[in-house]
T-cell receptor, first 113, second 112 residues
Framework: DVKVTQSSRYLVKRTGEKVFLECVQD?????MFWYRQDPGLGLRLIYF???????EKGDIPEGYSVSREKKERFSLILESASTNQTSMYLC????????????FGPGTRLTVL | SQKIEQNSEALNIQEGKTATLTCNYT??????LQWYRQDPGRGPVFLLL?????KEKRKERLKVTFDTTLKQSLFHITASQPADSATYLC???????????FGKGTKLSVKP
């Protein structure tokens, strides 16, 4: 089975802090994704990556950056956390580029105070 | 731009009945549609994929249909159980860079 793990299930940070969310997948998938999920807004794509050291902006990249130094690891960085970044963050991976099935991690519930 | 809509935010049914969830899309038909299940506080889990030439696909108590004329997919759970209570998401290929687009989901509650 594909396994996608995220570094924390719950995280509480203060406004202005730098926040790192890490995601690791063990199936040698090429593609990795970061989403945030908010009530009434559904899943929104922040960034994604189709290869090591490669990144593409999703629909809502403002206030975020990403890093993919190794194939299995995709990190989401909040350079200066703000209260409007309080959300559920979900990482996913997929084998094929063109809209293939995505495998999600358990999510990180981030609260920014 | 491609859109995908799940018209019902919530659906409440009695145990043993068939639940039917709807997913509508705009513009051109995607080559396939996917359905996911999401439990509270968890990531979505893939359930089924249906291709546009398949019309219907089944997996145990689940059935998915794909109607390119109506631009719609229906997701059925027969003999529903309280354990089927969850949010169900549909998704299509067709984001600006080829990624998946997800609907907002329908929250299904099955009452005993």
């Amino acid at each position: 089975d594909v396994k996608v793990t995220q570094s924390s299930r719950y995280l509480v940070k203060r406004t202005g802090e730098k926040v790192f969310l890490e995601c690791v997948q063990d199936m040698d998938h090429e593609n990795m994704f970061w989403y945030r999920q908010d009530p009434g807004l559904g899943l929104r794509l922040i960034y994604f990556s189709y290869d090591v050291k490669m990144k593409e902006k999703g629909d809502i990249p403002e206030g975020y950056s990403v890093s993919r130094e190794k194939k299995e690891r995709f990190s989401l960085i909040l350079e200066s956390a703000s209260t409007n970044q309080t959300s559920m963050y979900l990482c996913a991976s997929s084998a094929d580029r063109a809209g293939d099935t995505q495998y999600f991690g358990p999510g990180t519930r981030l609260t920014v105070l | 731009s491609q859109k995908i809509e799940q018209n019902s935010e919530a659906l409440n049914i009695q145990e043993g009945k068939t639940a039917t969830l709807t997913c509508n899309y705009t513009n051109y038909s995607p080559a396939y549609l996917q359905w996911y299940r999401q439990d509270p506080g968890r990531g979505p889990v893939f359930l089924l994929l249906i291709r546009e030439n398949e019309k219907e696909k089944r997996k145990e108590r689940l059935k998915v249909t794909f109607d390119t004329t109506l631009k719609q997919s229906l997701f059925h759970i027969t003999a529903s159980q309280p354990a089927d209570s969850a949010t169900y998401l549909c998704a299509r290929y067709g984001g600006s860079q080829g990624n998946l687009i997800f609907g907002k989901g329908t929250k299904l509650s099955v009452k005993p």
